[in-house]
Structure formats: structure tokens, C-alpha cells
């Protein structure tokens, strides 16, 4: 080992092996990691291999910053922004952090001096897979742009052993497969396993008496250990790199001594196995349904684990709990952690011998919360059993938390027992459950929707009474996504000309830059330079359908694109039933002159949920069939491509000529993916939810393609008594697109298969389908039309791009600094 490699050594010399950013510097690091950390040396390394050593010769990078910036954070006394979550979908990490770092271009030229694969390398990396979609995405472009911005923030979550669910497709259905996503190591994380923290379940409470004061002692019949593992978040362009902090759960001790010498070996390890199971898996539901006892334990035993290291660090920097949330604001991403709210309580309460009143002073000034959804199946509830059983003393909190708060409520609505019904944190209607979204609601000093159309519904919808109640605690933080991983990383070409337009790189932290490509959408030379860009990412993306999963699709034709998770409410069937009717056209009239498309589909379906399994298998039975037919395949393909995740996913944005955000109105609280999307030069065609309002009122009306009936006259209809079947009575293609489904023309004469789905369609149709399936139709039909005519698409395409600056991550993260956080970039400095 040379000198500059023994620990102890200074660290932050630019000419380090463990810090210097040179090419030579670079090749010199990874075959000493290669060799240190693996024990191998390039000529027997595996891809494998090679992915490990490149991954931690960054991390070495990013670990100087990190320190740095923590001691930086530690003497600004600043106040630090804590985003609880319990997803965290980061998608891969190499080669974001060589693209933060500044390094990807040179780590390139160092790899292929070496005789390194670099693209393969980038390619072993396994998806840490910790979300189920949106929420869980979002989180991870928060943390993104709160490092870029440089503001001190730790992300806390939970370290699932298995990720979401891998995708495979079978004969047309999807199949679940577990996540080993820890198999072959994780380079990014550190473990902690000093940093550890108890969490208590079951059991009972008793009073005592301490110091004149009653008090509460939790006897619980449980203790499990949570322990630290840390992730470097590093910011685009800058020194600062924020923490991830993952708590993964243990049994405090390995065996019950006691258990074991009485020869209950199996008892003796029981416990250890409950306590392991917290952290085991991510429970695969996107807006998921209440009601699992592990899911209540998996979101107690994170919030209680972030809380007590908060509480650790005020009492470390401050040494009193006075003024906790000046220094820290808890934002609660969604109320998967608002048990937090009761449990900061306690630990104030309880373990550190505080008041009520002054508890809940800070408890109340510390928490935000964001609601992501509307949907009344996604609000979170817990019966009172459960809950009691499994955290008894977070119960008598709650109930003391509303009894409190129903006192103020029937002081401001003399009288109103029905309201105060309809706001109590317990439903007395449904089995006696804790309403989680009003604990989170009561417990904040902040509230926010998603987008803005969400946001008034939140306010005039789930949230009405307390909006009454507090007007001024709601707000509205439009969702963004970061430019570093969905322009830089997915479209490399994209981004290299964006800086040429620009005349530097100063767009990726300013996005509004962008609008300086406007007067570009009429110059006959650009479109050239935008056209050849396109190809090239639609030429990519075929290769790598072909590839991976086995389909051949033309470059020339629209790709038309729907990404997403598949819920009834999203749509992904009305989509085929479009591509139903082309087909029927083209059946029909051979010669028929329509714009020859490609459509593509992914996404994941609860496990659970079986009407979305059978909308997967439609797609993939819909494309069998036209795949097939020589009459039209050269006009119409369809593809599901499986395992729709980050890394996939990057291969799509940059390739898609039009993208699908065909939600019934009212009920997609922003969508993200619409973001991505448009800000990669795709059309939008789309209903009026979501932040799809916002994107059409920036890239201008004319360049979207806007379609559906708004929320409003949806509601309507629902209240005249929605009568689906009518509908297909005098929309001749419609009812035939129908038809064909039940034919069992898609299922091989099986009449029976997708029976469940058109007659849902027909009779019940929640989701209000056939009611936008024509104007769908038409609006469809005018993008065919606009396809034709490619420098009017073009200007378009560049326009979107050009005007997309507010969908960025950073604007959203500096509207919460704003409205809500009230906290200040603190730079760090290497
Ligand atoms: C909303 F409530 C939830 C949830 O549990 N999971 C989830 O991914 C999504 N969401 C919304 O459905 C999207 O409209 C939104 O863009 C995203 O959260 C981020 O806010």
C-alpha cells in the first residue's frame, strides 16, 4: 500500500487517490479498490467486478464531500429539512453520481484506456427498487435537488431487504418475482451498527408517580432494534452531498438465553425472526389499502427510529429538546408516517419528561404533511384494535391528541356535532378506526396537495372541514422531476444540445433557461439537429426491444407511449380500445391512410389486483393478434414491455413521440411521468388532471393535446346516473371495439377470459371510460394529423421542451423551502 492509500492519511487533497478527479487518478483508485476491496485485478475481473471497483472509486468521491458537508451543516446550526418516506425509488446510482460529480465524461475515456465496457458496467447495476411509483420517485428527486440546492436534509426510510417486485410477463400475464436486490452487494450504503434504536410493540401501559407527576410506562412484549445504513446523496455540480439514512430492523439480541438453555431453541429464535420481518419487503401497492398489522409496524418502526436520531442530534448539538423544530421540520410524505406525529409525543412525553402543552408546541410546529392522493380506498385507516394490541401507548396519545382537538373544533362550530363527527381522528362508522391522514392534518403546521387542481380538492373535498377550520395551514407544491437523471442520464444527446443552445450547462440548475430554445422551434437547421437526435434515441430504443424483449419496431413510425402503474383509474384500457378501433379501421378498409404507430405499454399491477392483471393481459393479448397480421403490422405494433422500472425506464423518455395521461379527471393528483415526458420533447395527449393543467398552461395549448370531460362534468354525469351501456348504443365503433374483446377474437375463442373487464366497462365503469372514448377518438386523430406534418411536430416537440422549467425538481424543493420549510442553502465547501 502506497502512502497516500494508508487510512489516516489527509483526505481532500484534489491529488488523492481516494479524492482526485483526474483521468490517471481515476484508472490509478479503481484497480486499487479492484484489488483491496474484491480482491481481483483486471485481467480475471467479472463485469460484476468492475461495476463494484467503478462504484467505489465514486463513493470514495462523494464520502470527502459528505463529511465536509456534514461538519459544514454541524457549525451553521441550520435548520434541516427531514423527509420522511417510506419509499425511496432511486433508481441506479453509478451513473447519476458520475454525472453529479462532473466526471462522467473523463471516468469514460479512464475506463476505456483500460479496456473497460463502460456502457456494460453501467448496465450491472441492480435497481434499488424502494417505492412502488410515483410517491417513491418523487422522494428520490427530492433528494436530488434538496442537495443541489444545498440544503441540509436527511431522507429517512426503511432499508427493505426485497424491493419492489421484479416483472416478468407469462403467456401474456404478469408474474411476480422477488426483488434480490442485496444479493451481490450494496457499494452505496454504509452500515451503522453502532447507530441503533429501539422500537417497542405490544403490551401494556401502567401509571407511576415521578417528581409530583403521574407518568406513563410502556411495558411492551416486543423490542425490536433498528440500525442505521447510510446512502450519500451528492448534489449536481456542488460540494454538498446529503444523507439517506435506511433503518433496517434486528432482534436486539440474537438469542433468548433464558429460552435457549431450557432447550427451546425454535422459541429462541422466534423473536429474532419477528423483529427481522419488519424490514423484510415493500409492500407492493401503489395507494395502498390499510389494514395490514406489518404494515403498521413497518411504519411505526421507521418513524420512531428517525425521531430518536433527530432527537439524539438536538441533544447532541443543543443539549435541551427546547427549540427542537426550529432545528429540524419533519415533512411527512404522505401518512404512511404520521404515526410520527403521536410518537414524537411520546418520546417528548415519556422518555424525556416533558409537559403536554410544551410537547405539543413543538410537535405541531415541526410536522408538514403532503397528501398525494384522493382516492377514498388509498386513505389511510387502522382499527382501533390493531392498533391498541400493537402500540398501546400510542393509542391513549391519539386519544388524547383528539380529545384536545375536538374541544377547539366544538368551540369554533358551536354545536356542529355532525362535523365534528366527520373530523374526529377516530371513525365511529367503520369498526372504530384511526383516521391517519387527520392525525397528520391535526399534528402539521402545513399541509399541501401535489398540483394545483389537487390542492383545491383537498381543500374542498377530504380536507374540508379542517381547511375551514385553518385556511392558512394549506398550501400547493407542484411535483417536479430532476433534470439531472431524466434529461442528463436518459437522453445524453438531449442534453448536449440543450447546452449548445444554451451556450452553457447553466440549464440543468435553471431549467427556466430553457425558454431561450424558443425562438429555435421555426430554424430549419435546428429541426434537422432535433430530428437526428430523435432517431437516434427511437433507433436505441428498438435495438433495445429487440434485445430484451424480443419485438421488432420501426424508428420511422410515432411511438405512441403509456408508462405507468396500472390502475383502472389511469386508463391504460381506454388506450386499447384505440387501438382496437385502428385496428377495426384498418381491417375494414385496407388502404386506409393512417399514421403507422407503435405503442408501447409497461407497468406493474398490484399483486392483488385483479382487474389490473387482466387490463395486462389485454394488452399483451391485443398485441399478439396485431403483431401478427400481416394486414396491418406494418401500420400498427403494440409492445408491453415487462418490468417497468427506473432503469428501463431511461430508455423510453428520450424515444417517445407522444405521451398518454389519459386519468379520469379529478382523480391523478399531479403524475410525474407527464413531466418526464414533455420535458423530452414528447406530445402530450391528455385529460385535464393533475399537473397536466399546469403543463398544458405552460407549453401552451396548441402544443397539447387536450381532450376528456374536466372533474366537473364528470360529477355530473355520475350524479344523473351514469348509464355506461347507453353510451355504447349509439357509438357504433365502441360497441364493436367491445365486441371484439368479448369475441374472443384476443383470447383465442376464449369468450369468457376478458369477460369481467367489458362487462365492468358496460355496467359499472367507475372510471368513466366510455364516456371520454370518443372525444379520446378525435382528439387521437388530430395527432395522426399533426404526424404528418413533421415541422409542425418538431416546433411543437421544441416548444414543450423549451417551456418545461417549472417541472423541475428544484423549482418544487425551493417552494417548500419557501411556503413551508423556511430554510436556507448552506454551501459546503471543499
Ligand atoms: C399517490 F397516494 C399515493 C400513493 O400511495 N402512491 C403514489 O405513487 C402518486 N401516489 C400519485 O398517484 C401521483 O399522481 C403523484 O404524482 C405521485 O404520487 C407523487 O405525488
Not at 166 to 189: A, F, T
Not at 347 to 360: K, N
Not at 449 to 469: C, N, W
Not at 689 to 717: K, M, P, S, Y
Request: some cysteine; proline content about 4%; hydrophobic content about 40%.
Amino acid at each position: 500500500m502506497s502512502d497516500m492509500n494508508r487510512p489516516g492519511s489527509a483526505v481532500g487533497e484534489s491529488d488523492h487517490i481516494r479524492t482526485g478527479l483526474s483521468k490517471e487518478q481515476l484508472k490509478q483508485a479503481y484497480i486499487d479498490n479492484l484489488f483491496y476491496l474484491l480482491g481481483r485485478f483486471l485481467e480475471v475481473a467479472t463485469p460484476h467486478d468492475s461495476y463494484m471497483a467503478a462504484a467505489y472509486t465514486v463513493r470514495d468521491r462523494m464520502l470527502d464531500r459528505w463529511i465536509k458537508t456534514a461538519r459544514t451543516y454541524k457549525a451553521s446550526q441550520a435548520r434541516t429539512v427531514c423527509y420522511l418516506s417510506a419509499e425511496f425509488l432511486l433508481g441506479p446510482h453509478l451513473a447519476k453520481n458520475l454525472i453529479n460529480l462532473g466526471i462522467m465524461e473523463v471516468s469514460r475515456e479512464a475506463g476505456a484506456e483500460l479496456g473497460l465496457d463502460f456502457e456494460a458496467i453501467l448496465e450491472q447495476e441492480e435497481e434499488p427498487g424502494l417505492g412502488n411509483g410515483g410517491l417513491g420517485r418523487l422522494a428520490a428527486c427530492y433528494l436530488d435537488s434538496l442537495a443541489t440546492l444545498q440544503i441540509p436534509a436527511i431522507g429517512y426510510g426503511i432499508r427493505y431487504e426485497f424491493g419492489i417486485f421484479d416483472q416478468l410477463i407469462e403467456d401474456g400475464w404478469q408474474v411476480e418475482k422477488s426483488d434480490v436486490w442485496l444479493r451481490d452487494g450494496n457499494p452505496w450504503e454504509l452500515p451503522r451498527p453502532k447507530l441503533r434504536f429501539p422500537v417497542r410493540f405490544g403490551g401494556h401501559t401502567e401509571t407511576f408517580q415521578d417528581d409530583g407527576r403521574v407518568r406513563v410506562r410502556w411495558i411492551p412484549d416486543l423490542v425490536v432494534e433498528g440500525r442505521a445504513y447510510d446512502t450519500p446523496i451528492l448534489g449536481y455540480g456542488v460540494s454538498n452531498a446529503n444523507l439517506l439514512r435506511l433503518w433496517s430492523a434486528h432482534a436486539p439480541e440474537s438469542f433468548d438465553f433464558q429460552a435457549f438453555n431450557t432447550g427451546d431453541y425454535y422459541g429462541a429464535v422466534h423473536a429474532k425472526v419477528e423483529a427481522e420481518t419488519i424490514s423484510k419487503v415493500l409492500y407492493p401497492n401503489d395507494e395502498p389499502q390499510a389494514g395490514k398489522e406489518l404494515r403498521l409496524k413497518q411504519q411505526y418502526f421507521f418513524a420512531s427510529c428517525s425521531l430518536q436520531d433527530m432527537i439524539r442530534l438536538q441533544l447532541g448539538a443543543a443539549g435541551t429538546l427546547e427549540g427542537f423544530h426550529e432545528k429540524f421540520v419533519v415533512q411527512l410524505n404522505d401518512t404512511h408516517p404520521a404515526i410520527a406525529v403521536a410518537e414524537l409525543m411520546r418520546l417528548l412525553i415519556d422518555e424525556h419528561r416533558m409537559d403536554w402543552e410544551p410537547a405539543w408546541e413543538i410537535t405541531r410546529r415541526t410536522f408538514a404533511f403532503t397528501n398525494h392522493t384522493l382516492l377514498p380506498e388509498a386513505l389511510e385507516t387502522w382499527t382501533v384494535a390493531l392498533f391498541g394490541r400493537l402500540l398501546p401507548r400510542l393509542l391513549e396519545i391519539v386519544y388524547e391528541i383528539n380529545r384536545r382537538f375536538l374541544d377547539k373544533v366544538r368551540m369554533h362550530f358551536l354545536g356542529d356535532e355532525a362535523r365534528i363527527a366527520r373530523m374526529s381522528l377516530i371513525d365511529e362508522g367503520h369498526g372504530r378506526r384511526i383516521r391517519m391522514a387527520h392525525l397528520a392534518t391535526v399534528g402539521s403546521f402545513a399541509i399541501n396537495g401535489v398540483a394545483e387542481m389537487h390542492s383545491e380538492l383537498v381543500k374542498s373535498t377530504i380536507l374540508k372541514d379542517f381547511h375551514d377550520l385553518w385556511p392558512e395551514r394549506f398550501h400547493n407544491v407542484t411535483n417536479g422531476v430532476t433534470p439531472r437523471r431524466f434529461i442528463i442520464v436518459s437522453n445524453p444527446r438531449l442534453a448536449r444540445l440543450l447546452t449548445e443552445c444554451c451556450g452553457d450547462d447553466g440549464w440543468v440548475r435553471d431549467m427556466d433557461r430553457l425558454r431561450s430554445l424558443e425562438p429555435l422551434a421555426d430554424d430549419v437547421g435546428f429541426h434537422e439537429d432535433w430530428r437526428r437526435m430523435k432517431t437516434a434515441a427511437k433507433r436505441d430504443l428498438a435495438d433495445w426491444l429487440r434485445r430484451r424483449v424480443g419485438v421488432n419496431v420501426d424508428p420511422e413510425t410515432l411511438f405512441d407511449v403509456q408508462v405507468k402503474r396500472i390502475h383502472e383509474y389511469k386508463r391504460q384500457h381506454l388506450n386499447v380500445l384505440h387501438i382496437i378501433t385502428l385496428y377495426e379501421r384498418l381491417k375494414a378498409e385496407p388502404n386506409r391512410d393512417v399514421a403507422p404507430r407503435t405503442f408501447v405499454f409497461g407497468g406493474k399491477a398490484a399483486p392483488g389486483y385483479l382487474m389490473a392483471k387482466l387490463i395486462i393481459k389485454l394488452i399483451n393479448s391485443v398485441a399478439e393478434v396485431i403483431n401478427q397480421d400481416p394486414q396491418v403490422n406494418d401500420r400498427l405494433r403494440v409492445v408491453f414491455m415487462p418490468d417497468f422500472n427506473v432503469k428501463n425506464a431511461q430508455h423510453l423518455y428520450p424515444a417517445a413521440d407522444l405521451s398518454e395521461q389519459i386519468s379520469m379527471a379529478g382523480k391523478e393528483a399531479s403524475g410525474t411521468g407527464n413531466m418526464k415526458f414533455a420535458m423530452n420533447g414528447a406530445l402530450t395527449i391528455g385529460t385535464l388532471d393533475g399537473a397536466n393543467v399546469e403543463i398544458r398552461e405552460e407549453v401552451g395549448d396548441e402544443n397539447f393535446f387536450l381532450f376528456g370531460h374536466t372533474a366537473e362534468q364528470l360529477q355530473r354525469l355520475q350524479a344523473e346516473g351514469y348509464r355506461p351501456w347507453e353510451i355504447c348504443n349509439d357509438r357504433f365503433e365502441l360497441r364493436s371495439a367491445l365486441d371484439l374483446i368479448a369475441s374472443g377474437l384476443f383470447s383465442h375463442g376464449d369468450k369468457e377470459l376478458f369477460r369481467p373487464l367489458v362487462e365492468n366497462l358496460l355496467y359499472q365503469d367507475p372510471f368513466m371510460v366510455l364516456a371520454d372514448y370518443e372525444l379520446y377518438l378525435d382528439r387521437q386523430t388530430e395527432v395522426s394529423h399533426a404526424w404528418r406534418d413533421p415541422k409542425h411536430w418538431n416546433r411543437m416537440s421544441i416548444l414543450n421542451v423549451a417551456r418545461m422549467g417549472k417541472f423541475s425538481s428544484d423549482r418544487s424543493i425551493r417552494d417548500y423551502c419557501e411556503r413551508i420549510w423556511r430554510v436556507r442553502p448552506v454551501p459546503a465547501e471543499l
